[in-house]
């Protein structure tokens, strides 16, 4: 529609709107300069590596080695491979409901089936862990947590995350914990879940990357800690799959993480205006439910009030985009039926004009 002339509000891309900052991008031209543009090794640079560890040790509390994490082409590619390590054909893997849907299709590329727990925006979509107890069954073999979460934008409690450990060190389970939204939190406390004690984080794989904190989505560099037996495993899949990441982008990462803490707070700031400005219009629209989310740069607000048997969610996203113009997101693609996403990663300008089309169609 873009391409034919037609102005399109774009709220359905979890992508921050600003340039990925200068010194990153010149670290990289530099790296390039320098003749870093050869293979590295499979798991990625010593120096980047060893960054990361201290990144984990020092902002998420884990107890990191350098030759425990792993440097991918991105979290997305963390997961897969986290998945494919770990999970053996029958395998069920838990997944809090509403959640990315990358990880149903990744944990069914992986041969697992996906168990899901519904949460719901009365508790912020965390899970009752008594439905996760009623969910693990003898073929349970993990359970995945994303929080800050895409794409609800809840925020577990520490008290939640220690339960969901509990749960995983009684039956042996394993926790895949993606934390790539770690530096969008708005309210709430943030909780590693390898730093909770050692025995969790030796049956936890923490996932990140710098896409979502440092704008360099298009980088394409995420990594994944692990314990020793499981790195090894992720770096031996990586070696046949992708092998190293960008040589280059490596160095861009390296200097990501020495990013002061005024400007990473200062971003979230931005986002957190961008969330109370998105959540307020939303509010004006009657019919439509939105709670303030913690975290991550999505609103999911509930739009059931204007579903019937012959509109469900998809098809209102349909309308949403042709006759008002604003791309969003269908909440069942998340398995969150009657909800759409909304990215709050864009101009204050868009938030506005974007939501006040939204209303506009719902009520002629």
């Given at each position: ?5 037609i ?7 979890g ?5 990925t900052?200068d010194?990153?991008?010149?670290a ?7 003749g870093?543009?050869?293979y590295?090794?499979?798991?990625g ?6 960054a ?9 509390g884990?107890?990191a080695d ?23 054909p029958?395998?069920?893997?838990i997944?809090?409901?509403p959640?990315w849907m ?13 168990v899901e727990?519904?949460?719901?925006a009365?508790?912020?979509?965390a899970p009752?862990?008594?439905d ?13 947590v ?15 995350m220690k339960e969901?450990a509990?749960v995983a060190l009684?039956?042996?389970l394993?926790?895949i ?49 692990a ?6 495993a ?8 992708t092998?190293n990441p ?6 861009g990462?390296?200097q990501?993480l ?10 979230r700031?931005?986002f ?10 939303l509010?004006?629209?009657?019919g439509?439910?939105v709670d303030?989310p ?6 999911f ?18 309308k949403?985009?042709e006759?008002?113009?604003?791309a969003?997101?269908?909440?069942s693609?998340?398995s969150?039926?009657g ?9 204050p ?15 002629r």
């Open positions: 529609m873009k391409a034919s002339g102005d399109v509000i774009t709220l359905s891309v992508e921050p709107d600003f340039n900052p010194p990153i991008c010149e990289a031209i530099a790296a390039i300069r320098k870093h543009t050869k590295t090794a499979s798991a640079i010593p120096e980047l590596r060893a990361i560890a201290e990144h984990l040790r020092s902002f998420n884990i107890a350098p030759s425990e994490v792993i440097v991918s082409c991105g979290a997305k590619q963390s997961v897969y491979q986290t998945l494919q390590v770990l999970i053996n029958g395998d069920e893997v997944l809090f409901a959640y990358t990880y149903r299709d990744q944990v069914n590329l992986a041969g697992g089936t996906v727990v519904a949460t719901s009365a508790n912020g979509f009752s862990i008594d996760l107890r009623a969910a693990i069954t003898d073929r349970t073999r993990a359970i995945i994303n929080s800050p979460s895409n794409p609800t934008g809840g925020v577990y409690s520490r008290q939640v969901i509990a009684r039956h042996g394993w926790v914990s993606d934390e790539i939204y770690e530096h969008l939190i708005y309210e709430g406390e943030r909780t590693s879940m390898a730093a909770l004690g050692k025995e969790i984080a030796e049956q936890t794989i923490t996932i990140s990357g710098f896409s979502k904190t440092y704008s360099m989505t298009g980088w394409r560099v995420g990594y994944a800690h314990p020793k037996p499981v790195a090894t992720l770096s031996n899949l990586q070696d046949q799959v092998s960008t040589s280059f982008a490596q160095y990462a390296l990501a020495q990013t002061p803490a005024e400007e990473i707070a200062a971003m700031e931005s957190r205006v961008r969330r109370d400005l998105m959540v307020k219009a509010r004006q629209i009657p439509v439910s303030v913690a975290g991550a740069f999505y609103a607000p509930d739009f059931s009030a204007f579903l019937s048997e012959s509109c469900d969610d998809v098809q209102l996203v349909n949403l985009l006759e008002a113009g604003v969003t997101v269908p909440g693609v998340f969150g039926p909800h759409i996403r909304l990215s709050y990663a864009v101009s300008d868009e938030i506005e004009r974007g939501v006040a089309r939204i209303g506009e169609a719902l009520t």
